[in-house]
């Protein structure tokens, strides 16, 4: 009986992830505006910054993973690779995450010292989104934390739980 | 009988001295880390205008607190070189304490916040360098390391130190967490160290 819950939190824990993940890639993607500053016009997109271009790669690895993992049976031996395959996505996940919030903060607030002016006041639709996109990172990276520790737990048995 | 063999395991000769090596090497190469961005800061002195015929000058400074990604950068390394530090002193000085199920998991645990923490710090830094020193000309930033080079250079250098330091933390996590495996799965200095035991 433990065993049958033990399997379906991971499942829903890693469903759950996927979905983070997926949306942010789908935020950050759509996110597209046009702006016309008297005579000039900007168009504002992700794939202007590299580091939301890693971003979406990053996240949509994770989410082809998690999509994959989801299906692998109970008894497959394949659990222990699992455990080190998950530390790597959540390596990935939060260096993704921490560039884009990075450079997005300097898009929001700018850099006085080195001359950068924000560029949130002139696409405030776009900024919006890509917000929201940083924020489903976020939730796939907590979830995805807690799934490592539920692995380990699971697959290692560090307390020595079991008899063999 | 099971905890016996995982500490025989823990503190076998080869792991450990391995692990011991490797923390070594991460913990000075985010240490440096650390330091060379911390002491980064470059001054220079520009002409911006002319008035007549005396030219006006203007001192401007670089430094790494003006990006938050570089103060989250040395701070990040800081604890990291500090969590080595501490493991470091407890392998060395620590040898009577025996490394049962909890204190195992625990260093497994933390290696692995660290190793996050850090890959977060090493590459939030690489992209506002990059930023820095490439421009954005969608977004009308100016690139600045063409006007100080010494500053991008030093910047640079502590990326490459913070790199190093990421893959030697990755190693070093996964070695914690492979000494976590049951003992019946372990290498080879199991077989070497156990001692006979009538049963």
């Known amino acids: ?164 | 009988m099971a905890v016996a063999k995982l500490v025989l395991a823990a503190t076998s000769g080869k792991s450990s001295k391995i692990l011991l090596g490797l923390r070594v090497l991460a913990f000075l190469a985010t240490l440096s880390a650390a330091i060379v961005m911390g002491l980064n800061k470059e001054t220079k002195t520009f002409v911006v205008g002319n008035v007549g015929n005396t030219p006006i000058k203007a001192t401007f400074t670089a430094k790494f607190q003006h990006t938050p990604a570089f103060v989250y950068f040395v701070v990040a390394n800081a604890m990291v070189s500090f969590h080595n530090l501490l493991m470091i002193a407890l392998q060395l000085f620590g040898g009577k304490t025996e490394l049962t199920g909890f204190r195992l998991l625990s260093v497994a645990i933390l290696d692995m916040l660290n190793v996050t923490l850090i890959s977060a710090a090493a590459n939030a830094a690489a992209f506002m360098a990059e930023v820095g020193k490439n421009g954005n000309k969608h977004a009308r930033w100016d690139k600045i390391c063409d006007r100080f080079a010494t500053y991008c250079d030093h910047g640079a250098g502590a990326l490459i130190a913070a790199f190093t330091g990421v893959v030697l933390m990755l190693i070093i996590s996964a070695v914690s967490i492979s000494r976590l495996v049951q003992p019946n799965k372990c290498s080879i200095s199991t077989t070497a160290a156990t001692p006979s035991v009538v049963p």
């Not at chain 1, 469903?15 to 046009?34: D, H, K, N, P, W």
């Not at chain 1, 990276?141 to 739980?161: A, K, M, Q, R």
């Open chain 1, 1 to 164: 009986m433990v065993k049958v819950t033990q399997r379906l939190g991971g499942l829903v824990l890693r469903f759950a992830a996927f979905c983070a993940a997926l949306g942010a890639v789908i935020a950050m993607v759509t996110s597209r505006e046009r702006s016309s500053f008297f005579v000039l016009s900007l168009v504002a997109k992700y794939s202007d910054l590299a580091a939301f271009k890693y971003f979406v790669i990053a996240n949509a690895i994770v989410s082809v993973y998690s999509f994959l993992v989801l299906f692998l049976p109970k008894e497959s031996l394949l659990w222990k690779f699992v455990v080190v395959l998950d530390l790597m996505v959540t390596m990935l996940l939060t260096s993704s995450l921490s560039a884009a919030v990075a450079v997005a903060q300097v898009g929001k607030r700018g850099n006085a010292n080195a001359g950068w002016l924000p560029i949130c006041g002139q696409v405030p639709r776009f900024c919006d989104q890509i917000t929201g996109a940083l924020i489903a990172g976020l939730v796939a990276l907590i979830l995805y934390v807690f799934l490592l520790i539920f692995s380990i737990h699971s697959v290692v048995d560090p307390f020595l739980l079991r008899k063999s």
